[in-house]
């Protein structure tokens, strides 16, 4: 499934360079540690950093995977986003 190997590369790269997984409801997740997703057959899992939250993604439901921009400081860069978990 090319989603997944895209998803799976982008968890991969050396360095790693937080990225956004869009859904197609609209959502969006930034993820910043590539330890906290995991890509399963037909789901992608993520978990959110020092919490309890966490969420079950159906692959056929992202729509794009995204780069995001960073700051000098390597944290991503603050855009408008519709809605951002």
Same mark, same amino acid.
């Given at each position: 499934?090319?989603?997944? $190997?895209? #998803? &799976?590369? @982008?968890?991969?790269?050396? /360095?790693?360079?937080?990225? &956004?997984?869009? #859904?197609?409801?609209? $959502? %969006?997740?930034?993820?910043? !540690?590539? $330890?906290?997703? *995991?890509?399963?057959?037909?789901?992608?899992? #993520?978990?959110?950093?020092?919490? $309890?939250?966490?969420?079950? #993604? /159906?692959?056929? !439901?992202?729509?794009? *995977?995204?780069? *995001?921009?960073? +700051?000098?400081? +390597? %944290? /991503?860069? &603050? +855009?408008? !986003?519709? @809605?951002?978990?």
């Amino acid at each position: 499934m090319a989603t997944a $190997d895209n #998803i &799976r590369e @982008k968890l991969d790269r050396e /360095p790693f360079e937080p990225f &956004r997984v869009r #859904i197609t409801s609209g $959502d %969006s997740y930034i993820i910043h !540690q590539p $330890d906290l997703v *995991v890509v399963m057959r037909s789901e992608l899992f #993520i978990a959110e950093p020092k919490s $309890d939250r966490h969420v079950f #993604i /159906p692959l056929r !439901q992202v729509a794009a *995977v995204e780069t *995001v921009e960073t +700051g000098r400081n +390597g %944290s /991503p860069k &603050r +855009g408008r !986003q519709r @809605k951002t978990r």
